[in-house]
């Protein structure tokens, strides 16, 4: 069975500190998809990051970057110098390929509530 | 480019009506995903839609029914509600399914009395 782990359910830091959200997930599968997502308290959704299983390739973005790691099954988020708009809840996701090309299966975590204080 | 658009935004119903929800996805994305949000469950995938085929299911009973229209607009439909599906329901849309881009809309508040 897949399982998506994020362990801290809240964080709290003051503007400028980096923060980091950890992200940890369980499937027997060898090809995988990581998604990181950011919801702000208006509710929708954003995609930030998809990652596949064969790509290790750490990614910057800005103040973003992303850590992803197979050999401790994560794919943590570190937001560098956070300001007050990353307040948000963010979720991490994967999704496994089915059979029959289109299918899958996507899990997410529950969700990390970041806030960011001036 | 307008977004994805949810309607309506909030809704309150009493156990045991039903209730649609409809779902506008940006113009020329195929797919439509629909997930439910609670404080309990988190988020979980409903199903998605492709050209009005449903091509992916997620684990909820049959009372969560959905279509999609040939302008790829969306509904979802759910049957027999019972307080357990007060939620927020977001859709979201993307040219070729979750492992696309997702661009998600604002959602629809259900309570469920």
């Known amino acids: 069975a897949q399982k998506v782990t994020q362990a801290q359910t809240e964080i709290s830091v003051v503007e400028k500190e980096d923060v980091t959200l950890d992200c940890v997930y369980e499937?027997?599968?060898?090809?995988?998809?990581l998604f990181w997502y950011k919801q702000p308290p208006s509710g929708e959704l954003v995609f930030l990051i998809r990652?596949?299983?064969?790509?290790?390739q750490n990614e910057i973005s800005g103040r973003y970057s992303w850590n992803f790691q197979k050999s401790t099954s994560s794919f943590n988020f570190t937001i560098t110098a956070s300001q007050v708009v990353d307040s948000a809840v963010y979720f991490c996701?994967?999704?496994?390929?089915?059979?029959?090309?289109?299918?899958?299966?996507?899990?997410f975590g529950k969700g990390t509530l970041l806030t960011v204080n001036p | 480019k307008a977004g994805v658009t949810q309607t309506p935004r909030y809704l309150i119903k009493t156990r045991g009506q039903q209730v649609t929800l409809s779902c506008s996805p940006i113009?020329?994305?195929?797919?439509v995903s629909w997930y439910q949000q609670t404080p309990g469950q988190g988020l979980q995938f409903l199903f998605e839609?492709?050209?009005?085929?449903?091509?992916n299911k997620g684990n909820f009973p049959g009372r969560f029914s959905g279509r999609q229209f040939s302008n790829s607009r969306s509904e979802m439909n759910v049957s027999t509600l019972e307080l357990g599906d007060s939620a927020l329901y977001l859709c979201?849309?993307?040219?070729?399914?979750?492992?696309?881009?997702?661009?998600f809309g604002p959602g629809t508040r259900l309570t469920v009395l």
């Open positions: 979201a849309s993307s040219l070729g399914g979750a492992l696309d881009t997702q661009y």
């Open positions: 499937t027997r599968d060898t090809t995988y998809y």
């Open positions: 113009s020329g994305h195929r797919s």
């Open positions: 990652r596949n299983s064969f790509d290790e």
């Open positions: 996701a994967l999704i496994l390929r089915g059979s029959g090309g289109s299918n899958y299966k996507l899990t």
């Open positions: 839609y492709f050209s009005e085929t449903q091509r």
